[in-house]
Nanobody, 124 residues
Framework: QVQLVESGGGLTQAGGSLRLSCAAG????????MGWFRQARQNAREIVGV????????YFGDSVKGRFVISRDRAKNTVYLQMNSLKPEDTAVYYC?????????????????WGQGTQVTVSS
């Protein structure tokens, strides 16, 4: 079972930027999709953005589209979430996810490996 190691996150003001990283160890990521979900207090988990490891195509939730970017480093088996123009409503725990189902982009149930979560707080 692969472990996802997250880093980044923290506190910033509205309009600022943060970057999250997620390393997936040394296992092959062929055919998988990786990315992030988030969960704000008392809300359901929602998709932030995911990336197809083979092809590099991406999907973003409507609330972050145009502000967030996902990229990958194949040599490091790592994906990055660059978050720009952050808003207070982006405040949440962000979870790195890995899935190998064929559904694109899929939902919570299509991702069988989850990171420990990292807090992102955006002050107004």
């Amino acid at each position: 079972q692969v472990q996802l190691v997250e880093s980044g996150g923290g506190l910033t003001q509205a309009g600022g930027s943060l970057r999250l990283s997620c390393a997936a160890g040394t296992r092959s990521l062929h055919g998988t999709k990786m990315g992030w979900f988030r969960q704000a207090r008392q809300n359901a988990r929602e998709i932030v953005g995911v990336l197809s490891w083979n092809y590099g195509n991406t999907y973003f939730g409507d609330s972050v589209k145009g502000r967030f970017v996902i990229s990958r480093d194949r040599a490091k088996n790592t994906v990055y979430l660059q978050m720009n123009s952050l808003k207070p409503e982006d405040t949440a725990v962000y979870y790195c996810v890995l899935g190998n189902s064929s559904r694109w982009p899929g939902d919570v149930g299509d991702y069988n490996t989850w990171g420990q979560g990292t807090q992102v707080t955006v002050s107004s």
